[in-house]
């Protein structure tokens, strides 16, 4: 038998594998998720200024609460359906505070954002961080037909005027009845 020499690894050493061994994990989950066809997660600037609410979901937010104290029952599903119909039926004079508000946001977003991109270039600006993605249900895959296995029963329609091919030609033949015990035969 022949002997091996073990070498040993120096902090250094493990710190470079370590880092090494990151980065390729990290190269190996892109392509995993790329071909499976999972999204990688969205990387968001921290530092970038949210989106205005519409006037729309400022009336929501305003509502939500009246209603749910109206109606505790309800879902909270049934409750958003009803601040959108009672959106819906309002009329301009009512909508206008609302919209107002969100002009007023609008404003103060669009000199958020002048701000955040002139920054940009500089170097005050925070580091681009990755966001954690919430665990979602995972979505059935839908594989084509041709793809699926065959499980020897088929479940296809069955058209009775038009035949698509060649094994639907009996199929597209109609059925000759069966005649009965108790039927006279017929003289020809």
């Not at 409750?79 to 508000?101: H, S, V, Y």
């Amino acid at each position: 038998m022949s002997s091996k020499k073990l070498c040993k690894v120096t902090a250094q050493d493990s710190a470079e594998l370590t880092e090494a061994y990151a980065k390729l994990s990290e190269v190996y989950m892109r392509m995993a998720n790329s071909l499976s066809g999972k999204r990688t997660p969205a990387v968001r600037d921290p530092n970038k200024p949210k989106r205005p609410m519409t006037g729309y979901l400022i009336f929501l937010q305003d509502k939500f609460q009246e209603l749910k104290r109206q109606h505790p029952d309800k879902a909270p599903k049934d409750i958003m359906t009803m601040g959108a119909e009672a959106w819906k039926n309002m009329d301009e004079d009512k909508r206008r505070p609302f919209m107002i508000q969100a002009e007023a946001l609008q404003t103060k977003y669009h000199g958020d954002m002048a701000e955040y991109e002139s920054k940009q270039g500089s170097a005050d600006h925070a580091p681009v961080v990755e966001e954690e993605v919430a665990p979602t249900k995972k979505a059935k895959k839908m594989t084509p037909v041709s793809e699926q296995p065959s499980t020897g029963k088929t479940k296809e329609k069955k058209n009775k005027s038009i035949p698509t091919e060649a094994s639907d030609t009996a199929a597209a033949v109609p059925k000759k009845k069966k005649k009965s015990r108790d039927a006279k035969p017929s003289s020809e």
